[in-house]
């Protein structure tokens, strides 16, 4: 594996000019935040040697270098699920290879199930923590010690300093922001209503199919993770009738994106 993160690792080398100091990673529906992205240099996933390929609708399947704010950033447009039929190891992949290309900290977002009842759709939620309901750990499997420690601590996980600073630049443009857990599941069915209530019962907030695998793998590496989560459907809908679809969840995240840009931009710019 290492061979692999370091051979991957190269080849993107030599073909960017800048090294990244933070990474970013594009949720359903949110990546327009890499139009933002200056000075930019694409290189699609198809391309990129041991990389998977993204085929979920709405995911791109692109890494874009450049600046974001005064950073030097590297975007992931488009991510890996393991509903996709990845194993971990795949899906973690980029975010290893993140970290050979000597990115730092990492951000995060996704499109999330609402189960906090005070959630409302097109809400933001910064995540304070998360659950890992997937069937299958990343760092199950011999430990590269050149990579972390076998046993990682997970108590802070999501660093308290970014939350902090993310916070105050929400209420200094207006924006309303929520807090809460993160659970992480398999999927691809959407969560039945008795599911709904159990992970409520573990006191989670949010729902998704993604994120919980790469920030393992980031924290084992030593990076410092922010995440955040745009509520696109609830628990308990207006209309009981209405049922979720993967087109309705792009719809609400691309309508709520120039808010979390907005915070994502400014928080990589006073990190």
């Given at each position: ?19 990244p ?15 933002r ?5 694409v ?6 040697p ?14 874009i ?14 991510r890996f699920?393991?509903?996709?039929g990845?194993?971990?190891?795949e ?6 290879v993140?970290h ?8 995060v ?5 609402g ?19 997937f ?13 972390g420690?076998?046993?990682?601590d ?8 970014f ?12 924006i309303?922001?929520?807090?809460g ?6 999927g691809p ?12 019962i573990y006191?989670?907030?949010a ?46 995240a691309?309508?709520?994106?120039p808010?979390m ?5 400014e928080?990589?710019?006073k990190?």
């Amino acid at each position: 594996m290492l061979e692999k993160f370091n051979q991957t690792a190269d080849f993107i080398k030599s073909k960017i000019k800048i090294e990244p100091e933070v990474g970013i990673i594009l949720g359903s529906g949110l990546g327009g935040l890499a139009d933002r992205i200056e000075n930019k240099f694409v290189l699609p996933y198809a391309e990129i040697p041991n990389f998977p390929v993204s085929t979920v609708e709405g995911h791109s399947g692109n890494l874009i270098f450049g600046k974001l704010g005064n950073k030097n950033v590297v975007a992931m447009q488009g991510r890996f699920h393991f509903y996709e039929g990845y194993g971990m190891k795949e899906v973690t992949f980029p975010v290893r290879v993140l970290h050979f290309l000597g990115v730092k900290n990492l951000i995060v977002s996704n499109a999330a199930g609402g189960l906090n009842p005070h959630f409302r759709q097109g809400d933001l939620m910064i995540i304070t923590d998360h659950i890992n309901f997937f069937p299958e750990h990343p760092l199950r499997g011999k430990n590269l010690k050149e990579l972390g420690v076998r046993f990682p601590d997970m108590s802070k996980v999501y660093y308290p300093e970014f939350v902090k600073i993310a916070e105050e630049i929400a209420k200094e443009n207006g924006i309303s922001i929520q807090k809460g857990v993160y659970i992480g599941s398999s999927g691809p069915t959407l969560e039945t209503k008795a599911e709904y209530r159990m992970f409520r019962i573990y006191e989670a907030d949010a729902t998704g199919m993604s994120t919980v695998p790469e920030v393992i793998v980031a924290h084992h590496q030593g990076m410092k993770v922010f995440g955040m989560s745009v509520i696109t459907n609830v628990s308990e809908p207006v209309d009981p009738n209405q049922e979720t679809t993967h087109e309705e969840v792009q719809d609400v995240a691309g309508t709520v994106e120039p808010q979390m840009t907005k915070i994502i931009t400014e928080l990589i710019n006073k990190m």
